[in-house]
């Protein structure tokens, strides 16, 4: 099955400032996802990054705070904007392709001080 | 909307135990579900599904069985051992538009295994 990178692995940040994530896929797929993990809770999706078009946010995010790119088949990057210690978490990146099911990357730690 | 509900952990128990997880979920329609699975420092790796009603899963030894009846998909393995130690996530398959699909999580076990 094809693997996920993403990049960084874990960061240490200063409010107010922000972060691109980036996640990279080995192979092209349909569907890339976002997810966050707060500290001991489950995940939460974020939105759906669509391959040459805007985003699909869920209720309670926003493009302002978590803009996202997919420029291509393979390749996305999720942005944490202007952030404040709330946003201290795991976030995650999934893809799908067709008839499979989705799969994760290994995640990107994010602390913010 | 749709929700997914699991034990309480964390779970700790002595290699060769059974081991439950107990799944309950809350869907309008006919969801697929899953247990994902999150070792120590790497991601999350699809551990088994079912995709209707009486579907078994199966996956290392592991196995859950599809309850509409219960709305529940219990995670259950015979005898443990110390490398299943791992955050165990239950959840399902929620319908996006146009065809996608999105995945709705439990809160997660965290399972511990001792020699």
Known sequence: SAVISQKPSRDICQRGTSLTIQCQVDSQVTMMFWYRQQPGQSLTLIATANQGSEATYESGFVIDKFPISRPNLTFSTLTVSNMSPEDSSIYLCSAKKPRQEQFFGPGTRLTVL | ?115
């Open chain 2, 1 to 115: 909307g749709n929700s997914v509900t699991q034990m309480e952990g964390p779970v700790t128990l002595s290699e060769e135990a059974f081991l439950t997880i107990n799944c309950t979920y809350t869907a309008t329609g006919y969801p697929s579900l899953f247990w994902y699975v999150q070792y120590p420092g790497e991601g999350l790796q699809l551990l088994l599904k079912a995709t209707k009603a009486d579907d078994k899963g199966s996956n290392k030894g592991f196995e859950a069985t599809y309850r509409k009846e219960t709305t529940s998909f219990h995670l259950e393995k015979g005898s443990v051992q110390v490398s299943d130690s791992a955050v165990y996530f239950c959840a399902l398959s929620d319908q996006l538009g146009r065809g996608a699909q999105k995945l709705v999580f439990g809160q997660g076990t965290r399972l511990t295994i001792n020699p």
